[in-house]
């Protein structure tokens, strides 16, 4: 299946320049075999759900993730989330300890974000596809391209977006967003490796609603 028909209709004109690149029939061939011959994470139906719960006319917060989960029922297409009925990652857990501590949020008993998602937060990967128990293994054969033109669309839409930009990985990014007419918060990585570096006090969540007209609510439950 070709990546454009999987892509929803309100991306469409955004993303249309990137189908004629000579990247996207490489990525699509990567992937039919991969398919072949491995599990691949998120299944192929959910590759672009970020896409679909966030419409392209809806997004107000694009929160830069990496690379999907490579554990057998997490990888759902949203970054950071996971299916009800999953382990939290260790990752969403730490930002649901942030969330707590910035806003009084209580941790949410699931790692499910649809409810961010549909409230205009694009939770994107940079790679949105991995083999099975593989971290990584999908990296640098065009998603990371494609990734970036989403950024870009998004950064070119008239109305201010907050861009959230975690860890070194994400930060590279900075250079795709339009900076005088977007918010863009940067801090270290939620990950147990760094968060105590600079991510446990940095108050994203009060910082993403204190810069939109009308605030996200980050509950959960």
Request: net charge neutral; aromatic share 10%; no cysteine.
């Amino acid at each position: 299946m070709s990546l454009k028909s999987q892509i929803p209709a309100s991306w469409q004109a955004a993303l249309e320049p990137e189908f004629a690149k000579p990247y996207i029939p490489k990525l699509e061939a990567f992937l039919e075999t991969e398919r072949k011959a491995h599990s691949v994470f998120p299944p192929e139906s959910e590759v672009f759900s970020a896409l679909e719960f966030t419409p392209f006319d809806a997004v107000r917060v694009l929160i830069v993730g990496q690379d999907p989960y490579h554990d057998d029922g997490q990888a759902h297409g949203l970054a950071f989330s996971v299916q009800r009925g999953i382990k939290v990652p260790p990752s969403l857990v730490n930002m649901y300890k942030e969330l707590e501590s910035d806003l009084g949020v209580p941790r949410a008993k699931h790692g499910f974000l649809e409810s961010w998602a549909r409230q205009g937060v694009l939770l994107l990967n940079t790679v949105l596809t991995v083999r099975a128990h593989e971290p990584a293994s999908h990296k640098k054969r065009g998603w990371e391209d494609f990734t970036d033109a989403i950024i870009k669309a998004v950064s070119a839409k008239d109305e201010p977006v907050v861009f959230v930009l975690w860890g070194a990985h994400a930060q590279k990014k900075l250079e795709l967003i339009d900076t005088k007419k977007h918010t863009v918060i940067q801090s270290a990585h939620p990950s147990p490796l760094s968060a105590k570096a600079g991510f446990f006090g940095s108050k994203p969540f009060s910082k993403i609603n204190a810069a939109l007209k009308t605030p996200i609510d980050w509950s959960l439950e």
